[in-house]
């Protein structure tokens, strides 16, 4: 079945690089996402990655994919109090037309 | 565009009390999810829908009914309120997946409603 594993915390200090880490279980996902959600809001997307590519970069983040052991991660660089926020990883198995989430990852940005 | 809106913000309902939750979007899209989170469960999916007219049950379907009347409403209905119904409630849309999967699939969240059932 499809499952998508987070750890539920990370504390960083500002300005230092934050990693957060999601494997998944469904190798038909074409794209694989991270989702943001700040404090009392919804989600919105953050980042996808296509699942042919190994890194994607987009300013202060970079997606890693390791097709092979299924693993994903995000990483912040230069780490700001504003990105204080819970993150989430999805997939989208060919199977299912819907996305299937991880718990969440609380990031919390200490100055 | 006003996105995917939800009504209303917080709510306080007694066990046994009922209530609908309304979802509404503006974009067009023909997929309306909600989804309900609690602490360390991370997203729960209730019911969703692939059009007007349809529903279909998601991972946490049990004291919940859902209808889609209109394409652009989704509402989420509580017969009769449990503790255990206490969460923070979400809806979203999103248009169909890609049959090609040559595109990324967003769904579009809305802000959310706070329930606490005591």
């Known amino acids: 079945g499809e499952d998508v594993e987070q750890s539920l915390f990370l504390s960083v200090r500002e300005g230092d690089s934050s990693v957060i880490n999601c494997t998944y279980t469904?190798?038909?996902?074409?794209?694989l996402y991270w989702y943001k959600q700040e404090p009392g809001a919804g989600l919105q997307l953050l980042t996808y990655i296509f699942s042919n590519m190994d890194m994607k970069q987009d300013q202060r983040l970079t997606v890693l994919l390791n097709k092979k052991d299924k693993h994903l991660s995000l990483r912040i660089a230069d780490t700001q109090t504003g990105d204080s926020a819970i993150y989430f990883c999805?997939?989208?198995?060919?199977?299912?037309?819907?996305?299937?989430f991880g718990k969440g990852t609380k990031l919390s940005v200490k100055p | 565009n006003a996105g995917v809106t939800q009504t209303p913000k917080f709510r306080v309902l007694k066990t046994g009390q009922s209530m609908t939750l309304l979802c509404a979007q503006d974009m067009n899209h023909e997929y309306m999810y909600w989804y309900r989170q609690d602490p360390g469960m991370g997203l729960r999916l209730i019911h969703y829908?692939?059009?007007?007219?349809?529903?279909a049950k998601g991972e946490v379907p049990d004291g919940y009914n859902v209808s889609r009347l209109k394409k652009q409403n989704f509402l989420l209905g509580l017969e009769s309120a449990a503790p255990s119904q206490t969460s923070v409630y979400f809806c979203?849309?999103?248009?169909?997946?890609?049959?090609?999967?040559?595109?990324?699939?967003?769904?579009?969240f809305g802000p959310g409603t706070r329930l606490t059932v005591t």
């Open positions: 469904d190798s038909s996902s074409t794209y």
């Open positions: 979203a849309s999103s248009q169909p997946r890609d049959r090609g999967l040559l595109w990324p699939y967003e769904q579009y």
């Open positions: 829908s692939v059009g007007e007219g349809t529903t």
């Open positions: 999805a997939e989208s198995p060919r199977s299912q037309g819907n996305l299937i």
